[in-house]
């Protein structure tokens, strides 16, 4: 099950790429699994707060990364 979310951040890492920003991959990893943490509280909340944690920790627009979630969940 880890896998699985080191390879769901691997992926996010990838569009975030496009942002000109390549942020290390743990960093996303731990985006990743505090986003889960917070939809065990309030559901969907975990999308907007793995955005807000990445933006914070690496200085990016929220918006921005916003987007990447959006076309993450298009595909």
């Not at 996303?28 to 914070?56: D, Q, S, W």
């Not at 200085?59 to 990364?65: D, F, I, M, R, T």
Request: include cysteine.
């Amino acid at each position: 099950m880890l896998m699985s979310h080191i390879i769901r951040a691997y992926r996010w890492n990838q569009l975030i790429s496009t942002l000109d920003c390549k942020p290390k991959t743990i960093t996303t990893v731990y985006a990743v699994l505090i986003g889960y943490f917070v939809n065990l509280a309030i559901p969907r909340m975990g999308e907007v707060t793995r955005c807000g944690v990445l933006a914070k920790a690496n200085k990016l627009p929220v918006n921005s990364v916003i987007g990447t979630v959006i076309a993450e969940r298009a595909f």
